[in-house]
């Protein structure tokens, strides 16, 4: 009977040792799990920085370089005439060049220039009518329905009827006008006086008011078409 116990009690520590080692070991297996996720979140909350690599430019040194800078073509030699005859054809082969390149060149220019040639008489005509204070030819240069503005655009009057309402009475009123250009630009249909304005209020012998105005003139068709005033 008491070998029976002895047994017993043996087969009971046995079966405690078992289960406090199964016990053990599974308690070290869940640490290294959590171990083992923790490592792995580690890295993948981890930004890793990897350096890029570059790549050296391959230069191919055997392609001939058929790229062509301004300039860089040589000089071709002028053939010279070999006969009397070949250089009077030479010359007038040059010759004929040149006067087309004048005549493009130039078709323009020679328009604007007549241009300005006709407004520049325009205005003449103008500056002789004010200076005699005739009326009649004073408004013969002006378009009917003629602007007078202000620097930069306050219209000052339109047409006609006001210019001889404004201009009849100043000429009926003064004793004498005289107008000169101390500086004039002429450019197209447009012309620009720096001039000079001298009035007699009483004698017409004695200048009692002197001024400088500058005045641009656009003219159309041989008529003046806006007048602008510069104070």
Do not use: W
């Amino acid at each position: 009977m008491k070998s029976l116990s002895i047994i017993f009690a043996s087969l009971i520590t046995c079966l405690a040792l078992s289960s406090y080692v199964a016990a053990q070991q599974s308690e070290s297996d869940e640490t290294k799990k959590a171990n083992t996720e923790q490592t792995t979140n580690d890295k993948i909350n981890t930004l890793e920085y990897s350096a890029p690599v570059l790549k050296k430019p391959i230069i191919n040194n055997t392609k001939v370089d058929d790229s062509k800078v301004l300039g860089s073509e040589a000089a071709q030699p002028v053939t010279k005439p070999k006969s009397k005859i070949e250089k009077a054809a030479a010359v007038a082969q040059a010759e004929k060049v040149v006067a087309q390149a004048k005549e493009a060149l130039t078709a323009k220019q020679q328009s604007k220039a007549k241009q300005s040639r006709e407004s520049l008489a325009v205005v003449e005509q103008l500056i002789k009518a004010y200076n005699a204070r005739n009326i009649e030819e004073f408004i013969r240069v002006y378009a009917e329905d003629v602007e007078f503005y202000i620097f930069p655009n306050e219209l000052l009057f339109k047409g006609k009827e006001k210019l001889i309402a404004r201009y009849g009475l100043m000429f009926k009123k003064l004793k004498c006008i005289h107008s000169s250009p101390i500086k004039r630009i002429v450019h197209g249909d447009i012309v620009i006086d720096h001039e000079l304005s001298e009035t007699c209020s009483t004698d017409e012998n004695v200048v009692d008011k002197r001024s400088e105005l500058v005045s641009s003139y656009q003219i159309k068709d041989g008529k003046i078409i806006r007048v602008l005033f510069f104070r």
